[in-house]
């Protein structure tokens, strides 16, 4: 028994020492152990509002050049992540370069310096059990990566690598102009992207929208070189203004301690180098923008009718989150209801309405109505209906019962919401830290009402003016005057009539619109816990 024994001891101490060999050959932060410096790290956040499921451990903190980084500890966890979001979007593509943010997003796995091989990050996550993503918006850019947590030291410092020194080789440029090409060719026959780039394009003469969101080989590659205008300068020169530290923001999971985290990231994304404070000019871009009216017209597209407002973001208004009453009251399917008051009269028989972010403090809300008969014949009534409805909602203030059910319908799905993996909430933090208004402690519940603040709807109803939206409606059999190139949408642009904006200005709300019942069956009385659970099963 006694040799058994000295026997089983040896073994487990060899498996040990060649588990903790594999582990420092994988996951090694000691390139230049002296460069980290744990108090220079500032620490934001320790104590994140989370479900009760939720058993990660949380800390924020920010490195010495102003990269802000969430960690999540689970020792558990059979998957690491990681996920870098950038405050640049296609709104910041260069005015002649239609497309530019998601080149450089295209080119970033494209090798750096310390990686020079094409895909290098994709390939070492591919073959160590991960996944990897990325994707371009109007405001951000974002990259995510999963890979067993054996190999995550390396995986942060591939990634570290894309903000450091990245490649911008000109022959592959030119390569990955045809990889978006096909992207662009992929998304051509998507009627969501085609509505969407219509919105972008027929704004984008005001200077605060793009051109043209996904670029293709023409406008990256073809026209640059017609006029010797160089892609890879351009290219350099946008990663130079916007990749800066203080516009990265990174949340890392895996099942090491935060403390061990925390050197990983320091040792890698601390790497970056601070160029200092970044200008940002956050500011409503429909603020003095006219009342445009377009006209278009998509075979693929139903009859819709699609007001368009600026509102500030969910990050901003993140207490009360007045949208998602606004929402709820609004798609009620009662009877004097806005949506019954619509179909009622043969204008419209849905309403749907879809916030989708521009920027840190400002989210474009898209009201649609799907038109009836009368409708398209005279879609300014429904607009007008609209208005209406959006004055009682204004002149009646929020309802209490109403504003209650959405509230305690929140916290309970949140507080007994099931835990995240690791890429879900690598992705959630690293989106949400990009609001620099929003208190740390609810990255994880930004969306989630907390409490009645009169001033965000104050705020909001204040933005759902009538000066200041746009519309767009689709109407066939006419002929219009300008064309969307790249989807080939045709479309005319006006402006609303001055009679029609002072109408809308002094409209006189209904004398009823009914409010969603109060739900019975919301209950904030009665906790759940697992012992109550374990009990019933």
Known sequence: MRLSSLLLLSLALIIQYIKSNELRDSNNAADDPKSYDPSKIELVEENLEKSVLDDYQYRVIKLPNGVEVALASDPNALISSVTAAVRVGNKNDPKDFPGMAHLCEHLLFMGTKKYPKENEHVAYAMERGGNFNAFTALGRTVYMSEIHPKYQYQQLDRLAQFFIEPLFREEIIELETHSINSEFEMYFTQTLKARFQLFNHALSHTGKFPVFTTGNRQTLFSEPRARNASTKQALQDFFNKHYVSRNIKVAVCGNESLDVLQEWVATTFGRIPDRGPTDIQDTDPFADMPSYHFTYYNPFVSNLLTLAFMVPSMGVHYKSTPMHYLDYVFSYLGSDAPLYRLAIRDLASDIDIIVVPYSDNYDIVLVSFDLLDYGRAMPVEVIIEFFRCLQFFKEYGVNKDVFEDIMNAQRGQFKYSPKKSPPGVTEALALNLLHENLPRKHLLNKQI??????????????????????????????????????????????????????LLK????????????????????????????NSVS
């Open 449 to 502: 009402i907390k409490e009645y603040d009169e001033d965000e709807f104050n705020e909001l109803f204040s933005a759902l003016q009538p000066d200041k939206f746009v519309s767009f409606i689709n109407l066939p059999g006419k002929t219009y005057n300008l064309t969307e190139p790249y989807y080939n949408v045709t479309y005319q642009r006006a402006l609303h009539k001055e009679t029609l904006i002072e």
């Open 506 to 533: 002094r409209v006189k709300a209904p004398t009823k619109v009914q409010f969603p019942p109060k739900n019975i069956y919301i209950t904030i009385n009665s906790p759940i816990t697992m012992e109550k659970l």
